[in-house]
DNA sequence: AGCCTGACAGATA
DNA sequence: GTATCTGCCAGGC
């Protein structure tokens, strides 16, 4: 399809980040790896812009921390849902317990 | 084409 | 711990 490519690659970013489970986390890197094309950045820019369908804060940078503008409320998400974090007051996720490969 | 920007990542100081 | 640089890929001008 037409400029199909683009959509192509945002519907399939999103439908994996809607398959990460609650209390569980990727990094941008991880959908990038996953999906075999395109990369953080490109992720970054999926979420940007079409992120709002799906758990988006389930989506975090490579040291376990959200992306800072929207950090507040997606730790706060996290902690709903019973995201384990690398300390009780830590905004960073503990990525050796909640980061999910995708399979 | 060139240049800047970005919900990133890794290395380095 | 923070600050800075480079690599990455794509979009907007």
């Not at 683009?6 to 519907?11: K, P, S, T």
């Not at 300390?87 to 909640?98: N, T």
Request: aromatic letters at 8%.
């Amino acid at each position: 399809m037409a400029h199909g490519a683009r959509e192509e690659y945002v519907e399939q970013v999103l439908s994996v980040v809607e398959r990460i489970p609650a209390g569980r986390v990727m990094t941008y890197g991880d959908v990038a790896e996953f999906l075999g094309k395109g990369g953080p950045r490109q992720v970054g820019w999926v979420m940007s812009h079409f992120g709002g369908a799906v758990p988006w804060w389930r989506v975090v940078r490579a040291d376990g921390r959200p992306a800072d503008c929207h950090a507040g409320e997606a730790i706060r998400r996290l902690r709903a849902e019973g995201t384990p974090f690398a300390g009780l007051a830590s905004e960073r996720v503990d990525m050796a317990r909640a980061r999910w490969d995708g399979a």
